[in-house]
């Protein structure tokens, strides 16, 4: 099975700054993966798909890189709204093979 | 605007069988490159996929939990239902359904539902 592993856990920064998070698979998963945003009791919201796609409707701060097993997911100027814990997500859909998604652990973003 | 539902007990007793409902409205359940899924997020932890199903019926389940799950479908209601049997107290977790976009070359979460927790506990 793929694994998906993300860094870092948690950060603070200030509001403005530049956030940068690392999500990296155990294997070649090409441009399969995906980003959401997950706000204290809500569901999570798609932010990100296929590595670099922003969503329809997304701020434009927010954006994905990466192919392969590496990816990041950058947030250009942080503002109190994205407080959040944000989480890859991995999908396996190729034949023969029956689907399969993992998500990342997750990475708690707060304002310092 | 697509909505998407859960209903079902909050409370589960261990051994017993787990039942959620998602209700879809603002859309058909029957279009087109869109699968129907369920995914589960213990208290605190992170998000694990349960399965989903297309509306012809058929399904994909994660290896993990395939030999206690069952999503089904009904079209006419505009609905798909979770069965997890033998339910443990690490079955405790919001349940989520959500639509995701599948194709040759995307599969995403776009639409999810609210969430409900459900909690296995005699």
């Known amino acids: 099975d793929i694994q998906m592993t993300q860094s870092p856990s948690s950060l603070s920064a200030s509001v403005g700054d530049r956030v940068t998070i690392t999500c990296q698979a155990s294997?070649?998963?090409?441009?399969?993966l995906n980003w959401y945003q997950q706000k204290p009791g809500k569901a999570p919201k798609l932010l990100i798909y296929?590595?670099?796609n922003l969503e329809t409707g997304v701020p434009s701060r927010f954006s994905g890189s990466g192919s392969g097993t590496d990816f990041t997911f950058t947030i250009s100027s942080l503002q109190p709204e994205d407080i959040a814990t944000y989480y890859c997500?991995?999908?396996?859909?190729?034949?023969?093979?029956?689907?399969?998604?993992?998500f990342g652990p997750g990475t708690k973003v707060d304002i310092k | 605007q697509l909505q998407l539902q859960e209903s079902g007990p909050g409370l589960v007793k261990p051994s017993e069988t787990l039942s959620l409902t998602c209700t879809v409205s603002g859309g058909s359940i029957s279009s087109s490159s869109y699968y129907w899924g369920w995914i589960r997020q213990p208290p605190g932890k992170g998000l694990e996929w349960i399965g989903s199903?297309?509306?012809?019926?058929?399904?994909y389940y994660n290896p993990s939990l395939k030999s206690r799950v069952t999503i089904s479908v009904d079209t006419s209601k505009n609905q798909f239902s979770l069965k997890l049997s033998s339910v443990t107290a690490a079955d405790t977790a919001v349940y989520y359904c959500?639509?995701?976009?599948?194709?040759?070359?995307?599969?995403?979460?776009?639409?999810w539902g609210q969430g409900t927790l459900v909690t296995v506990s005699s």
């Open positions: 294997q070649d998963i090409s441009n399969y």
């Open positions: 959500a639509r995701h976009m599948t194709t040759v070359v995307t599969d995403h979460f776009d639409y």
């Open positions: 296929d590595a670099s």
């Open positions: 199903i297309y509306y012809s019926g058929s399904t």
């Open positions: 997500q991995q999908y396996d859909n190729l034949p023969p093979k029956s689907p399969l998604f993992t």
